[in-house]
């Protein structure tokens, strides 16, 4: 464990809260809202973000363990999200803010156990042409907490239809 790797881990414990308080916040009207982002709704976003995990987790772990990143493409992505965005139209929202806080949190106690050590490999990412990343810029970046964060903001700046509450 290392300092950085507690201060990751806060910081995405910092965004998750922020993201359970807004969904938890929603109006029912809100969360069947359409957002900006992909054309899903709130809810449909708000499962992406939950359940998403596992599959930053898979980028995380094999940087952390100085592996090759996994292989997919954003095709692959984007089949994948698409996928789950269509299974979860009508995602409840207990049922995502469970899984939001049950990931959250196997991701953030994996967090505090890296090494600086582990922050620090790099390895080319796919989907950036073949970037070098480091297990840390996948962490803040758009794999784990900006992804937390960046879906956040489309959540806030979601379409509620005309006289609905927020």
Known sequence: MS???TELAN???QAVAEFGK???GCSDEAWAAASD???WTV???AQHVAGQFPLEMEFITAAAEG???PP???DDINSRNDGRAGRNITAAKADVLRELGSNAAVTAAYLRALTDEQLDHAAPLGLADGAIVTTQQLIEGGVLIAHVT???ECIRTAKVPTGARR
Do not use: C, D, F, K
Request: glycine share 8%; net charge negative.
């Open 3 to 5: 300092h950085r790797s």
């Open 11 to 13: 910081q995405l414990e």
């Open 22 to 24: 807004t969904i938890q």
């Open 37 to 39: 982002a992909e054309g």
């Open 43 to 45: 809810a449909q976003l």
């Open 67 to 69: 592996n090759p990143l």
């Open 72 to 74: 997919y493409t954003w």
């Open 150 to 152: 960046g879906h956040l």
